[in-house]
């Protein structure tokens, strides 16, 4: 699987059945641009029509989210440190 998907794009057992293959390891916020682990706390409180899946941090990455702050505290000081000044950098405050 090299794409990402909406939670409400598919059934309940085709869901089940990525997650028995592996196919989707981590799920993302579509309007925060956020993605994290399947059992982090955040995530699992979010609208199911936010919620999209992946099958990698590369692919989420690749596709313009970055790591939660919550269950990816690693991933996301490294995100931050990488990405973070730049995004703001580019920010205007009036």
């Given at each position: 699987?090299?794409?990402?998907?909406?939670h409400?794009?598919?059934?309940?057992?085709?869901?089940?059945?990525?997650?028995?293959?592996?196919?989707?390891?981590?799920?993302?916020?579509?309007?925060?641009?956020?993605?994290?682990?399947?059992?982090?706390?955040?995530?699992?409180?979010?609208?199911?029509?936010?919620?999209?899946?992946?099958?990698?941090?590369?692919?989420?990455?690749?596709m313009?989210?970055?790591?939660?702050?919550?269950?990816?505290?690693?991933?996301?000081?490294?995100?931050?440190?990488?990405?973070?000044?730049?995004?703001?950098?580019?920010?205007?405050?009036?």
């Open positions: 699987m090299n794409k990402f998907f909406y409400h794009q598919i059934s309940s057992s085709q869901l089940f059945r990525l997650l028995r293959n592996g196919e989707v390891k981590l799920a993302g916020n579509r309007k925060l641009k956020i993605y994290g682990r399947l059992d982090c706390s955040s995530g699992k409180r979010m609208k199911a029509n936010n919620r999209v899946f992946f099958s990698s941090a590369d692919e989420a990455l690749a313009g989210y970055r790591p939660c702050g919550h269950c990816m505290k690693e991933a996301y000081e490294k995100w931050k440190k990488e990405y973070g000044p730049r995004r703001h950098k580019d920010t205007k405050f009036h």
